[in-house]
């Protein structure tokens, strides 16, 4: 009886895999900028923010191809993604199947989600270190291939299942989740940073640009490690979700939009997560890097 109740409720989800969502299901802004927020900030940002440290882009280079980066991002959800999202009410996959017919839908599929098991197990992963962490579970460092123990798969596995659980509630039940996550996890990358700054000798605002320019971004980039520049910040910013935007999976979400203009939306993932949480973590790892009691590597 209990599965027969499960699998009865999500039936009754209706997701509108094959028809255009109707006027009745949209959703307001509120939805839309506590998803891009909660999405665009998480784990995989204290990844990412590092990486610029690592390859030496400079301070300016860097706050400047985030800035540019970022709006061309925004600017791809709001003209290309949204617009025909709000068209159509569809998405991806059957608007592409009305297009070019169910083959080549097939096998675009088959492709879409080979890459998305790659990019959900990243994530995932990355994201189940905040578990692994305070429970002291031996957890794989960054040139390792395989897992390291098997309370770290185990964790993985729950932190999967809890996200996908929630990714087929449908849309209603990801809204209010990342209602509900959004503001405090950019609190803690911003708190996060911030702690560093009387280690890092930050007591000003002209203080932390020149700590900025000497110990964090130095444009030097770490042993082993190419330089980056402006454009590899800007493209990187612009192209981290290529897929989602110019590539249009993102149709997924914006269908239930009431009108186009929801697409910047996305900006309050971009400059919070993609601007503002890449920046906290590049603190951190340049604190790391210079209070660490032995020598790193990234």
């Known amino acids: 009886m209990a599965q027969t109740g499960i699998i009865q409720k999500l039936d009754s989800l209706n997701e509108f895999d094959r028809q255009p969502v109707t006027k009745d299901k949209l959703k307001g802004t509120g939805g839309f900028i506590s998803m891009y927020a909660g999405e665009h900030v998480a784990g995989t940002e204290f990844i990412i923010g590092p990486l610029f440290v690592a390859h030496g882009v ?31 009410r569809l998405n991806l996959y059957w608007h592409l199947r009305k297009i070019c017919g169910p083959y080549l839908v097939f096998i675009y599929n088959i492709a879409n989600a080979v890459m998305f098991c790659f990019l959900a197990g990243a994530m995932i992963t990355v994201s189940a270190t905040a578990v692994g962490v305070p429970f ?10 395989y897992p390291t123990s098997f309370g770290w798969i185990f964790t993985v596995l729950l932190t999967g299942m809890a996200v996908t659980t929630i990714a087929i509630l449908g849309i209603d039940s990801l809204a209010r989740f990342a209602k509900l996550c959004a503001p405090w996890l950019a609190l803690i990358f911003v708190a996060a940073a911030f702690a560093t700054f009387p280690k890092l000798q930050i007591h000003s605002l002209s203080d932390f640009w020149t700590v900025a320019n000497e110990r964090i971004w ?32 993102d149709l997924t979400i ?45």
């Open 58 to 88: 400079s301070a300016l280079d860097l706050f400047s191809g985030l800035l540019l980066g970022n709006a061309l991002a925004v600017l791809s959800w709001a003209f290309l993604t949204a617009p025909i999202a709000v068209r159509t």
């Open 218 to 249: 130095t444009g030097i980039p770490l042993e082993g490690m190419t330089k980056f520049t402006f454009w590899h910040v800007m493209f990187f910013a612009w192209f981290v979700n290529m897929a989602m935007h110019i590539g249009r999976s």
């Open 136 to 145: 002291g579970i031996s957890m794989p460092g960054l040139n390792d291939l």
């Open 254 to 298: 914006f269908r239930y939009a009431k009108n186009w203009k929801y697409g910047f939306a996305s900006a309050f993932g971009m400059y919070i997560g993609h601007y503002i949480a890449w920046i906290s973590s590049g603190i951190l790892f340049a604190a790391y890097l210079e209070f660490a009691p032995g020598p790193v590597a990234y």
